[in-house]
């Protein structure tokens, strides 16, 4: 006996289960993104990258090997700025600053090098004769010859280090793969400088695609379920 207009609700279904049905939609959805993205990053993952800036120096890999997930593919060192640690005495360090210049002679030429201190220790060791000393750390320009078999001294103002000491690079690191395929492309052979970040090698595999493909056909199909069960509640 009730008056009503055109377009008045006249009674409601429960839709408690249509909304559940949504709620359970949307996680199928989120996962098959998080699904979708891990088989993106699998397949950027295929392009090696250095982990420095530097030249790479050893390269173990050719076009057509398999490379395993985790496996060192070759060696990125930067040359371009060599490390000498060398003790002085300890009382004589603590007048010694981070950034303070230094002079540095190579032992095989005599070449003298203008450095930089940019690490002081805080720890004093004892060298032989009861010495107390402190190790300081200079970065000197590499002018093309030096090497981790290059030993030099060092002197700040005029005060004169202790004992010579073999030169470091500044960086030495592993290339690593992140992924598993075959060399598909060499982007940076030995001898090349790279960016940090910089492909050296290009991997291909098959499988890695596919997963793409399928987790993006899985994505589209969970959003099209989500979809359609929200057009579904409309109904209610």
């Not at 909304?19 to 939609?25: E, F, G, H, M, R």
């Not at 103002?157 to 395929?181: L, M």
């Amino acid at each position: 006996g009730s008056n009503v207009k055109a377009g008045d609700v006249l009674y409601q279904i429960d839709s408690s289960d249509a909304q559940d049905s949504i709620k359970s939609a949307q996680i199928n959805v989120e996962k098959a993104e998080l699904s979708y993205q891990n088989a993106q990053k699998a397949l950027t993952n295929l392009t090696v990258v250095s982990p420095a800036a530097g030249t790479v120096t050893t390269l173990n890999v050719k076009v057509g090997d398999n490379v395993q997930n985790g496996s060192a593919i070759g060696v990125v060192r930067n040359s371009g700025t060599m490390s000498l640690k060398v003790p002085f005495n300890s009382a004589d360090v603590n007048s010694f600053y981070i950034g303070e210049s230094a002079r540095v002679t190579l032992e095989s030429t005599f070449e003298t090098l203008s450095g930089t201190i940019t690490k002081i220790s805080s720890t004093e060791q004892v060298l032989t004769g009861n010495m107390l000393v402190k190790y300081v750390t200079i970065d000197v320009t590499n002018p093309g010859g030096i090497t981790d078999s290059t030993y030099g001294t060092a002197t700040v103002g005029d005060i004169a280090c202790n004992g010579s000491a073999a030169f470091t690079y500044k960086s030495s690191e592993n290339i690593t793969a992140k992924a598993s395929g075959t060399v598909k492309t060499i982007v940076a052979d030995e001898g090349d400088r790279v960016a940090a970040g910089g492909a050296v090698i290009v991997l291909s595999n098959d499988d890695a695609q596919e997963a793409v493909t399928n987790a993006k056909l899985n994505l589209e199909e969970a959003r099209n379920n989500l979809q359609s069960r929200q057009d579904a509640l409309e109904d209610y």
